[in-house]
């Protein structure tokens, strides 16, 4: 029991590390949690911990297979990430900012998990990432605690996502709708430098 509490932890560890970094999910957590609230920040980022879950069950089981089709289709994810983050940019930049509204509407959260898991699984940084943590970090015996690291991964992940989405909830009454603009167009900068930075190691691959 004490070496599966262990595990866990490792995993919860794990899942704080490849959560933390900020990317194109945690940007759209954060734009979200200003403009929506708590509830629709939370919702994207579970769907980017059950990607980061998913890719950990991958790389801890070992299941080749899928690695190989993943590994194999990184230029086609390349394609579709940078396509995928630079139409979010343009949406961020073309977005007319409104004032913060007192009590934000979540809207639909499923929708919200849905980009979340969109934007995650179509990281060829991050898929690659977490095959590299879990493999030299995992140290598992078998299926079982395979599954534990696993799930501590996506607690971990979890955890940092209620604390980024949280902490921006707290702020976003200091908010007004001028940073909102900025904000938009910040978030759009970075995420067409993401996509643009896709879209470049996909035609390095193809020269």
């Known amino acids: 029991m004490l070496e599966e509490m262990g595990i866990l932890w490792r995993g919860m ?7 933390a970094p900020v990317g194109p999910t945690g940007l759209l957590c954060i734009r979200r949690s200003l403009e929506r609230g708590l509830a629709t920040g939370f919702a994207t980022g579970i769907g980017a911990a059950i990607a980061d879950a998913g890719f950990s069950a991958i790389a801890a089981f070992g299941i080749t297979a899928v690695l190989d089709i993943i590994t194999g289709n990184i230029l086609a994810l390349q394609i579709v990430g ?13 977005r007319d900012p409104k004032p913060l509204t007192a009590v934000p509407v ?22 690659l990432g977490i095959g590299t943590i879990v493999v030299s ?24 996502w209620a ?13 007004t709708g001028n ?13 067409a430098a993401l996509g643009l930075y896709a879209l470049a190691g996909a035609v390095r691959t193809l020269i």
Not at 106 to 127: C, K, R
Not at 180 to 185: P, R
């Open 179 to 191: 940073s909102v603009h900025w904000i938009n167009i910040g978030t759009g900068i970075l995420l």
């Open 137 to 160: 970090f995992g140290h598992t015996k078998g299926p079982a605690q395979d599954a534990t690291l696993v799930a501590g991964i996506f607690l971990g992940s979890l955890l940092w």
């Open 106 to 127: 979540a809207g639909n959260l499923p929708a919200s998990v849905a980009t979340g898991l969109l934007f995650t699984i179509t990281n060829p940084v991050t898929i």
């Open 13 to 19: 560890v794990l899942g704080l590390i490849i959560a």
């Open 163 to 175: 604390i980024l989405c949280g902490g921006v909830t707290l702020l976003r009454r200091r908010v």
């Open 82 to 94: 940078g396509l995928f983050l630079l139409g979010v940019a343009v949406h961020s930049f073309l």
